[in-house]
Every structure is written in C-alpha cells, then in structure tokens.
C-alpha cells in the first residue's frame, strides 16, 4: 500500500476541527478558556489541512484511500487530488480567519448562551466542507453534504430568538434538503447507470444518454439549489444576512462553492456533454450574475446587498464553467483552460473578497449597532483601518485592476472573446454575447459598492451610533488582514496562482490534446507591469501632494453646498437616493414596493417614507405555492392530533406493513401446500 | 519590436495634446455662436494656475477624497498606454489588453465617484449617482463594439482589432458593422467625456449636471488632476473612434501622425458642432440613447454572422 502522508494529514485537520467544540461544552458557560482551546484546535487543525492541500497543488502525487464504513460493502472512499485540494484552501483559509474573528467578535463571556453551540458548529462545518471535498463515493459525499447543511442550520439560527432568524432558517433547511433530495436521486442513478458508488469516470455507451441527461439535471437542481443560482437562490439573501459576521463569511466564502465544486466534480465524471449543456451554463451564469448586482442594488442593509453580491459572483463562476463546457464540446482546449481557469480562480478570489466584506461589515455592526446603510455614515474617521480593508474588497469584488477580481475575470473574458474570434458560425457563436452583460454586471457592481462604501464610510454621520463608533479590536483587523493581503497578492502578482490553475486544469480536462499552459493564453507580465505602474505612480503622486501639503497646510472647510454655511448629515445623498436611478432602470425586475409620503396639509406632519425590494422568487412564485400546498394537504393534519397511543399504533401497523411486505410468501405456499 | 520613437511620440501626444482638444470644442462652440470664445489654449492656463494654488479641503472628507483624482489620472494615462493612436500601434498591445481598457476607465470612475460622495455634499452624491448608472449602460455599448471588432479581425487586442478598418479587408455587411461601431462609440465618447447631449459641462445649475458636479470641492491642484483627466480621456476615446473615421494610413510616419493630429481636432470639432446644434437630454432619456448605441452594434454583431 502507498503511502498517503497528505490524506491522513487532511483526515487529522476534519477530525481536529471537528472536535474543536467539543472541550467547551464540558467547561462553563462564560468560560473564556474553551473559547481559545476551541480555536486554537480549529487553526492547528486548518494549518494541517492547509499544507496538505498546497502539497497536492504544488505537484504532489493523488492520494486515495478506503476507510471502513458501517455496512460490509460500504467503504468510505477519500481521495485528494488537485480539484479537491484547490477547494480546500479557502476552507481552511477562511476558517482560520473567521475563528480568529470569532474570538472577540463573539466573545463567550458576551454570548453565554449560544457562544459554545456556535464554535461547535463552526468547527463541525469546516470539517464538513473538508469532508464534502474529500468525499470519493456517493455515500461519503452525501454523509458530509448532510453534516455541512445541519451545522449550517444551527449556525445561521444561531440567534433563533429574533423572529427573522426563524424564518430564515426554516427557508435555508428546506432549501438544503430539498437539495439534498435531489443530490440522493443523482447518487442513485448514477449508481444504478455505473454500479458503483465510487466516483469513477463514466464510460459513454449508447444506452446511457438519456440517464446522462437526467443525471445532469438532478446536479443542477441539487448543487444549484447550494450555489444559489437564479431562481435557486431564494433562500440565500436571508440566510446570510442573519448569521453572525463570521458565519456569512464562511457560508457565503466556501458554503456556495460547495455547489459549484459538485458539479465540477460530476462533469469529470459524466461523458463529454453537447455544446447546448454549456450554452446553457453560460445563459444561467448571465442571468444570475446581472440579477444578483441589481438586487444588491436596491437593498438597504448591508449585509443582504453582500449576499446578492454572492448571487452575482457564483453567475460569474458559473459563466466560467459554462465557458469550459463550451470547451470540452467544441475539442478546444484553450476555451476548456480559460473557463475553467477563470472559474476556480474566482471560487478563490470570491471567497477571498466576501469573507473580507463580510467580515468587515461586522465590525460595523459590532461597532455602530446596525445594518442599515442609509443609518451609517462617515465611519471611514472612527474606523479608518476597518474603511480601508473594506475598499479593497470593494474594489476587488468590482474585478478593478490592480486587484484579484480582475484577474479571473479577465481570464472569462478572453475565454469569451476566444469563442468569439476562434469560432466559425456555430451554436456556441451566440456565447461572446455574455461579455457584455458580464461588463454591465461589473459596471453595476460599481455603482453598488460606491454606493456601499460611500455610505457608510464616507461623508457625514447620519446617526448618533455612528458617530460613536470605534475602531475594531486588533484580533478582528488581523482576521480581515488575513483575507486582504490574498487579495492584494493575486491582484498584483496573477501569475503565481497559475501553476496550481494548471494542475487543476490538467488533471479536469478529459481532451485528446493537453490543454495549454495558461501563461501562455493570458499574458501576465504586462499586465503584473500595469499593476505595478499603477500602484507605484499612484503612491508616488500622493507622497508629492502630501509633501507639498506639509509646506502649504491646505485650508479646512465646510462641504460646499452651494452656500449653505453648516450643511447637516441630513443633507447628504443616501444610499437609497444613490441607487434610485438604477433601480428606476430595472424597476420592471426589481418591483420596488414604496410607502410614499405625498404631503397634502398645508402644515404636514412628520413624514415617513419606505422602501422596500422583496425577493422574488420567494415572495412571488414559493410562497404562494406553499399554502396552497398547505391548503391540499391540510386532511392528512386528522393524522396528527397528539394522542400518543396512536402514535404507536402508526409505527406498530407500519411494522407490520414492512414484515408482511418482507414475508416469503410463495416460498410458505410452496413448502407447505405444494403450489 | 518595439519602436522608441513612435511610443516616445505616443506618450507626448497624449500628455501633451489633450487640453488643446478642450480648447478647439469650446472655440467651435463660440464661433457657431457668434462670440469670441476663450483662447484656444486657455486650459494650459487654467492647468498652470491651478497647479500653483493652495489647497481647500472640506472637514468631512478622508483620505479618499485625495486619491480620488491622483487615482483616476494614473488609471486614464495608463490606460492611454493600450490605445493605439492612428496608423501606429500601441506602446503595449497583448490578447485581453481591451478590458484592461475598460476596467481602468472603471476604477478611475470608482475613485472619483467615491471621492465625490465624501464630500457628503448632495449635489455631488447626485453626480456620482448619475456618472455610474449612466456608465453600465456606455460599458454595454463599449463591449458589444469590442465584440464586433474581435469578431471581425480575430484578435483579442486594441492594436491590431483596431486598425483591422485600415486593411480594407471589408466589404458588404462587415463593413455595414464597423460602420454601426463606428457611431455607438461615438455615443460612447460622449457619455463617458460628460458632453451635450448626455451632460452639459458649461451648465450652471448642479441639479442638472453629472460630471462637473462631482468634483465642486475639489481645488488647487486636485482639480487640476481632474481637468488633465477628463481631457485625457476625451483624447483616447477620439482615438478609438479614429479608427473608424479615418481607417487610412499614408505609409510615412510624420504624415500619419499629422493626420492623427488633424482628425483628434477634427473630432473635437465634430463634438463642439454637436454641442452647438443640439440640446442636452433631459435624464430620464439618456439611458434611451445609450441603449440604441449597444442595439446598433448587436445589429453589427448579426452582420457579422452572416
């Protein structure tokens, strides 16, 4: 047997964060000692697993291995190769960053009562997110999917006593097992079409492409409803908005990803699908991409405008796979490499960038006590260091050179304008038309985070909180350090995340030819030299500006306001008033509902006005099909009355039901009457 | 392979030539309405004086403020660096070098609508807000042009998609399709250099404007940054449009560049003419027109299946 020293270590990290929670129930309530055991077991751990998974990225062999499972023929396969170990980073990344965000943003001592549940599940997801990407058969696979969903559940309803919370996570679990469901159904076909659990390539026979076909729609149902494409998304914007700061950067960082890993994983093991498959892919990613940015256009609580920014991203990356299956279709393996390239490096980029906003909105909160953005305001004074992590990842997250956004996105985009200038009139002549929207999403992704940003970190204070709010404690800024200096690292220096690209790329592609190296589809030199241009002539003009206002202290005054002498915050653009233009433009999508204050006294009262932007898919097509769903079932309620001897008589007659359906009866007739 | 001469006229041309466009519009403009006008290098002026004045600074603002037009400037020279001028090529030309283009522009559009929102001033927030949901539209049209083009030539870079008009190589649809591009980036200057008819830039009243609004507390050399700025870029997107206007090439370097020169004056010219002829839009039909711009070069992009 070989050697596996990468997996078991990989094992160590699921079992060592797993646990991490667990000292911490046995100890008290405000005991701040399992806190830092807890965490300290969660960064070891993830420390392990983090080098475990670079090993594979920088070229060490895949390493397989069958554990025992709890049936004699069921095993539990495990398996790192490139793909999973490219997924695993930002797990473990993530995990270290928001466990050491955790630390004082949920400090025990504040939050006795949920404060040891949240670190156990915290601990459990990321082991489970491990474990989903490690998982090497359908069994495995849908063991971790199961633990990750659960301890998401209780990690978003961490706070199930806010009325919002509940709803939230009712949403998310009957999204997650509606999913699940789905995922059960594609592991059992896949099972029955190729006789084995274990993830092995499909061989492509011609009786199996109509279980292709349905193969695929079941992945798409079950790992969209995870990534939150459109329309699957609709539990997504308040799941995420309502967990803790550190729980949204994980859910919306890694969670989603685990979406877009699973159909990574199933196109590896389908056969080669028809150009119409990534057609569609693209057309999905288009669609969600746009219709995630002019949702988080019209929200105004900063958190639920990062979670449709999470819509927007997963549309991108989906964009990308798309792109990739276009690729494998058409037997071109430059489209294949940039597609998929541009894919995985957003997975990462994405994850970098959310978890940062996330993570600094939550300073925000914690420090200005609210989520509204039209309440906030001028905090970049108070918060300096905090505004400054935020403007990366906003700036980033706008795919703004000199930034990480910028590179796998500009890796879609050649891929998209390879179709272009590449292909003959074909099917997949239609696919460059994605370039634009793609823009459009960018350009509106602008106008939100300028938006975002603008608000709540520049210009006056509009409320009292946020004039006393203070800067973040240091273990937090470390954390959002952590996922800042990526960002800045993949933005300046794209050409460093490409080997890992390559490995993936290579070890995915299933094409005749190899596909090429991707240093030689995009040229980073001059494009790193645009980066450090930028950077350095910026730095530069600065110091000369800020040198020669040494020597000429510039004059302090008020805003000019066209004369007004003491302009008040109430005076400022809000965030609402910023965004009224676009949200005008795509009025028919969005269906804003606003309470008007039309004034018609003479001497009118205090006027109040509101607006809101419900979600869709949610408010217009689930809920009403969820009571009249209630409606038709409502006689089986008789069933359900709470006389527990009933009950028993249920599981009794089921029993019975499954003996007598059991019962060898032909053989009873055989034997005793000689039929 | 790459020529020091012509990337040391390239980078002179375009920091040197762009105020004088500003100069040659607004004299188009007073001669066709009968006045005298400002001299033709009266932004030289303004950028000399503005550079030796002090500072004002409102209370309110940050360290963005500041950065604001340092950032924009640098992102828009840099920029200037992919753009190929008349029948040369650029300094720098690799596959994907157009949406580095692009994606400068945006970040200079990031840095000055932030800028202009720390002011906290209202006038300035509606600038911002203005300049940004106009710019997802012009982005639109800018990118269904760059997808006709690379359609068109087969490469993915601003050099040689951009002077595929020069080959002559098109007739019939193809060359209908440039035709179309030719005039949706036209509406593109004119969105993204703030000029009549999507904004007026010698309007009076802040409630109407966009991008002369967002920069009111800017002064002393910050302003003159956003000046030099905002010629720069009115001086690239002439130079794309260039390429469409006069796709002709002597052979004999010092002739193509004085052409360059004379069409950059003669599309300054052609905007000052609009400016005169026409009235501004009111805002709610700005998006109309941006939009018709990208529909004209979809329509291109059929022709070119064809």
């Given at each position: 047997m070989t050697p596996t020293i990468w997996l078991d270590l990989s094992v160590a990290a699921i079992v060592l964060t797993a646990s991490s929670g667990v000292p911490g129930l046995a100890l008290g309530r405000r005991s701040g000692a399992a806190q830092g055991l807890a965490s300290l077991l969660v960064i070891v751990g993830s420390l392990l697993g983090a080098l475990a998974a670079v090993a594979v990225l920088a070229g060490a062999a895949i390493e397989t291995r069958t554990l025992p499972g709890p049936l004699p023929e069921l095993s539990l396969h495990l398996r790192l190769d490139p793909l999973a170990a490219f997924f695993l980073v930002p797990v473990y990344l993530l995990g270290v960053a928001g466990t050491l965000y955790g630390t004082r943003y949920w400090k025990q001592a504040e939050h006795p009562e949920n404060g040891r549940g949240l670190r156990l599940c915290y601990g459990m997801l990321i082991a489970a997110l491990a474990g989903v990407v490690l998982a090497a058969d359908g069994f495995a696979f849908l063991m971790a999917w199961e633990l990750m969903a659960l301890s998401a559940f209780f990690l978003v309803t961490t706070e199930d006593d806010r009325a919002e919370v509940q709803q939230a996570g009712w949403v998310y679990l009957v999204a997650a097992h509606a999913g699940t469901l789905a995922l059960f159904a594609l592991f059992a076909l896949l099972w029955a079409v190729?006789?084995?659990?274990?993830?092995r390539p499909m061989t492509s026979s011609a009786g199996t492409q109509g279980a292709t076909s349905v193969l695929f729609l079941l992945a798409l149902l079950g790992f969209g409803l995870k990534a939150g494409i459109v329309p699957l998304h609709f539990w997504l914007p308040a799941a995420h908005a309502d967990a803790p700061s550190h729980v949204s950067a994980l859910l919306s960082g890694v969670l989603l990803k685990m979406g877009i890993y699973g159909l990574l994983r199933i196109f590896m093991l389908l056969p080669a699908p028809p150009p119409g498959v990534g057609m569609l892919m693209i057309g999905i990613g288009t669609v969600s991409a746009v219709y995630g940015v002019v949702f988080a256009l019209g929200q105004h609580d900063l958190k639920r405008l990062l979670a449709y920014h999470s819509i927007e991203n997963i549309g991108i990356i989906v964009m990308g796979l798309g792109l990739a299956l276009i690729g494998v279709s058409a037997q071109q393996p430059a489209w294949v490499a940039l597609g998929l390239a541009g894919c995985l490096l957003h997975v990462w980029n994405h994850a970098l960038f959310k978890a940062l906003l996330f993570l600094a909105a939550g300073s925000v909160i914690h420090s200005a006590g609210t989520r509204e953005i039209d309440r906030l305001g001028g905090l970049g004074k108070p918060m300096a260091r905090t505004a400054a992590l935020f403007a990366i990842g906003a700036v980033a997250i706008c795919g703004l050179p000199p930034l990480n956004g910028f590179a796998s996105e500009l890796l879609i985009y050649v891929g998209l304008f390879r179709v272009n200038a590449d292909g003959a009139s074909r099917l997949w002549s239609a696919a460059p038309l994605a370039a634009p929207l793609l823009a459009m999403a960018g350009a509106l992704a602008v106008a939100c985070f300028v938006k975002a940003y603008g608000t709540v970190f520049l210009g006056p204070h509009r409320s009292e909180s946020a004039a006393r709010a203070h800067e973040a404690p240091s273990s937090m800024l470390l954390a959002m350090l952590l996922l800042a200096l990526p960002c800045v690292a993949i933005g300046l220096l794209p050409a460093l995340a490409m080997p890992a690209l390559d490995r993936v790329v290579l070890d995915w592609i299933r094409l005749d030819s190899p596909p090429p190296a991707l240093s030689e589809l995009v040229p980073w030199m001059p494009i790193m030299g645009m980066n450090a241009a930028l950077v350095g002539s910026v730095l530069a003009v600065l110091l000369i500006l800020r040198s020669r206002s040494r020597r000429r202290v510039p004059a302090q005054t008020v805003t000019w306001d066209c004369g007004y002498v003491r302009p008040t915050a109430t005076m400022a653009y809000t965030a609402s008033s910023f965004a009224q233009l676009l949200v005008g433009l795509y009025g028919w999508l969005l269906r804003s509902r606003s309470r008007d204050a039309t004034r018609t006294e003479l001497f009118p009262p205090r006027q109040h006005f509101h607006t809101n932007v419900p979600e869709q898919v949610m408010d217009l097509v689930l809920a009403p099909l969820w009571v009249s769903f209630r409606r038709a079932l409502a006689p089986l309620r008789a069933l359900q009355h709470g006389r527990v001897q009933h009950y028993l008589m249920y599981v009794l007659l089921t029993l019975c039901t499954l003996l007598a359906l059991l019962f060898p009866i032909d053989e009873l007739l055989r034997r005793f009457l000689g039929w | 392979m790459i020529d020091i001469a012509t990337t040391l006229i390239h980078i002179t041309v375009m920091l040197v030539m762009p105020p004088l466009l500003i100069g040659v519009i607004n004299k188009t403009k007073a001669w066709s309405a009968g006045r005298q006008g400002p001299p033709l290098l009266q932004l030289y002026y303004d950028l000399l004086r503005l550079f030796r004045k002090d500072m004002v600074l409102s209370r309110t603002t940050t360290w963005v403020f500041r950065a604001g037009p340092v950032i924009s400037v640098t992102a828009v020279l840099l920029a200037g660096l992919l753009a190929p001028f008349g029948a040369f090529d650029a300094p720098l030309a690799f596959d994907g070098d157009l949406v580095l283009f692009a994606y400068l522009m945006g970040l200079a559009r990031f840095f000055t609508a932030s800028a202009a929102l720390d002011t906290g001033s209202a006038f300035e927030g509606m600038g911002a807000a203005r300049e940004v949901s106009f710019a997802s539209l012009a982005e639109v049209a800018l990118f269904m042009a760059f997808v006709v083009l690379v359609r068109l030539s087969g490469s993915l870079s601003l050099t040689p998609m951009l002077h595929a008009p020069m080959t002559g190589a098109f007739h019939g649809l193809p060359a209908a399709a440039l035709l179309l591009v030719g005039v949706a980036l036209f509406v593109v200057l004119l969105a993204e250099n703030a000029r009549i008819p999507i904004d007026d830039p010698n309007t009076h009243l802040e409630l109407t404007m966009i991008h002369e609004v967002m920069v009111l507390d800017h002064s002393g050399p910050l302003f003159g940054l956003v000046l030099y700025g905002a010629a720069v870029k009115l001086l690239l997107f002439s130079a794309l449009l260039l390429h469409f206007a006069l796709p002709f090439t002597f052979g004999e370097p010092l002739l193509d560049w004085a052409l360059f020169a004379v069409g950059l004056l003669a599309v300054a010219v052609a905007v000052g003419v609009v400016e005169s002829a026409m009235a501004r839009l009111s805002l709610r039909h700005v998006p109309s027109l941006l939009i018709a711009a990208s529909v004209l070069c979809a329509f291109g992009f059929f022709f070119t299946l064809a």
């Open positions: 190729s006789g084995t659990l274990e993830f | -």
